[in-house]
């Protein structure tokens, strides 16, 4: 996914809430080779409302699945389902390109509740 450099347009803080960005604890990870570009699927579970989620992530470049379990990421957990080739992806885990275009995950820096919502 590629990403222009240039600023959004500016919205209003009503708009910005509308999107709702939770943080949430990956439990499992694993290739997803169908995918069209490599990707993994995930499983991460964002607390008691909310519970767990299954994400498509393209973050095969600086992520192994075995050393995910226990990362604490962030994710918009209120757009529609979206299905990516035969998984339907119910939430877009986060994350910002390093110097080449690849995915870096993002996260606090320290463990915080799961669910709980940025702001």
Same mark, same amino acid.
């Given at each position: 996914?590629?990403?222009? $450099?240039?600023?959004?347009? @500016?919205?209003?803080?009503?708009?910005?809430?509308?999107?709702?960005? =939770?943080? %949430?604890?990956?439990?499992? &990870?694993?290739?997803?080779?169908?995918?069209?570009?490599?990707? !993994?699927?995930?499983?991460?579970?964002? %607390? #008691?409302?909310? %519970? =767990?989620?299954?994400?498509? &992530?393209?973050?095969?470049?600086?992520?192994? +699945? #075995?050393? $995910?379990?226990?990362?604490?990421?962030? &994710?918009?957990?209120?757009? +529609?389902?979206?299905?990516? %080739?035969?998984?339907?992806?119910?939430? !877009?885990?986060?994350?910002? @390109?390093?110097?080449?275009?690849?995915?870096?995950?993002? *996260?606090?820096?320290?463990?915080?509740?799961? *669910?709980? =919502? !940025?702001?």
């Amino acid at each position: 996914m590629s990403a222009s $450099l240039e600023p959004a347009a @500016p919205i209003s803080f009503d708009d910005f809430l509308k999107v709702d960005i =939770r943080v %949430g604890t990956i439990v499992e &990870a694993e290739p997803y080779p169908e995918a069209r570009k490599p990707a !993994l699927k995930l499983v991460i579970d964002f %607390g #008691g409302e909310i %519970g =767990r989620k299954k994400s498509s &992530a393209q973050i095969t470049k600086h992520y192994r +699945p #075995g050393d $995910l379990p226990g990362r604490q990421v962030l &994710a918009v957990v209120n757009f +529609p389902p979206r299905q990516i %080739g035969k998984f339907m992806s119910e939430v !877009l885990t986060l994350g910002l @390109p390093d110097a080449d275009g690849e995915v870096v995950l993002i *996260g606090p820096s320290l463990t915080v509740p799961d *669910g709980g =919502r !940025l702001y």
